[in-house]
């Protein structure tokens, strides 16, 4: 399982110092930008999910490409 935690700077060493000390826990620390971009997919993905079910209401592709 995965999980990513949002961290206060002041108390995230303390925190990873415990995570580290458990021999079945991998810790691998992101950047801000990468965490950005990790919501914002997700975002995609969920809305991408209400439009497949109607509950949203989609663009078609040609739209947003004359839009750029």
Avoid: H, Q, T
């Avoid at 109607?54 to 592709?61: D, N, Y």
């Amino acid at each position: 399982m995965r999980v990513l935690l949002d961290i206060k700077d002041s108390k995230a060493s303390s925190l990873l110092d415990v995570l580290n000390g458990l021999s079945y826990v991998k810790v691998k620390p992101i950047s801000g930008e990468k965490a950005v971009l990790m919501e914002e997919i997700k975002e995609a993905v969920e809305n991408l999910k209400l439009v497949r079910e109607g509950k949203l209401k989609g663009r078609p592709a040609r739209e947003l490409l004359d839009e750029l």
